[in-house]
């Protein structure tokens, strides 16, 4: 029987629980299933890639449908800072002359979740009797290519799927407890100023970021980028 290799194990905090788990690098096998979805160009095969490593490779039992998405980009991010080293390699255009500039550094063990640095009021009042408690988006409640159709769609179901709770002077209606239907119908009913409300608190997730500096090979003028999301760290 051929030798196994221990494998290094990690602690990290899942940002919006505060929640240690503990976890593996990923290993040449899951590379090669993340190396397929990035080859494909498919944001949907990449998405269901960075799931199952991450379900193979944390080893503290977690339900990945309930994490936020911004916990699953940081997650991943830490995994794949591990599993193949703290920098990856990206080619940003200088915002100077439009020069591409291949090979520039990102240091993964510096990138953050930004918004959540201090404690966020989570609840939008829309009148003197309703309020409504409004949550991060998560892999659960992820939008299909149905409820995207046009940009009005998308924008009235992303309201929709962040719906927590809504209180109605002694009431208090869960979003869990309620169809999709009922949920659309109710931002549906909204006036303007109401539905921009939620819409801003909804879109006020945390999300991953970098400050990417460099210094254009063409031109020579600095640059300053700001990384959000995971598909910014994999272009």
């Known amino acids: 029987m051929l030798p196994k290799i221990a494998t290094p194990k990690y602690d990290m905090i899942v940002p919006s629980t505060g929640e240690s788990i503990t976890y593996r690098p990923y290993l040449v096998k899951e590379e090669k299933i993340l190396l397929i979805a990035m080859e494909s160009q498919s944001d949907e095969a990449m998405e269901t890639a960075v799931i199952d490593i991450i379900k193979m490779c944390v080893e503290t039992p977690i339900n990945v449908k309930t994490l936020t998405t911004f916990d699953i980009e940081y997650i991943f991010v830490n995994l794949r800072a591990k599993s193949v080293g703290e920098g990856i390699k990206l080619s940003p255009t200088c915002e100077h002359c439009e020069e591409v500039n291949e090979d520039i550094k990102v240091d993964l063990d510096k990138v953050i979740v930004s918004g959540l640095e201090e404690e966020i009021d989570m609840r939008v ?91 254009c090979k063409a031109c020579g003028e600095d640059n300053k980028l700001e990384l959000k999301g995971l598909a910014d760290f994999f272009q």
Do not use: C, H
């Open 125 to 215: 009042k829309l009148t003197d009797d309703i309020s409504v408690d409004v949550t991060w988006p998560t892999m659960k409640n992820k939008l299909t290519e149905a409820e995207m159709k046009t940009g009005t769609d998308t924008l009235i179901n992303m309201v929709a799927r962040g719906i927590g709770t809504i209180y109605s002077g002694e009431e208090i209606y869960a979003a869990a407890d309620s169809t999709k239907k009922e949920l659309v119908e109710f931002v549906e009913s909204l006036g303007s100023d109401q539905f921009n409300a939620l819409l801003t608190k909804v879109s006020e997730a945390p999300q991953l970021t970098y400050d990417l500096e460099f210094k």
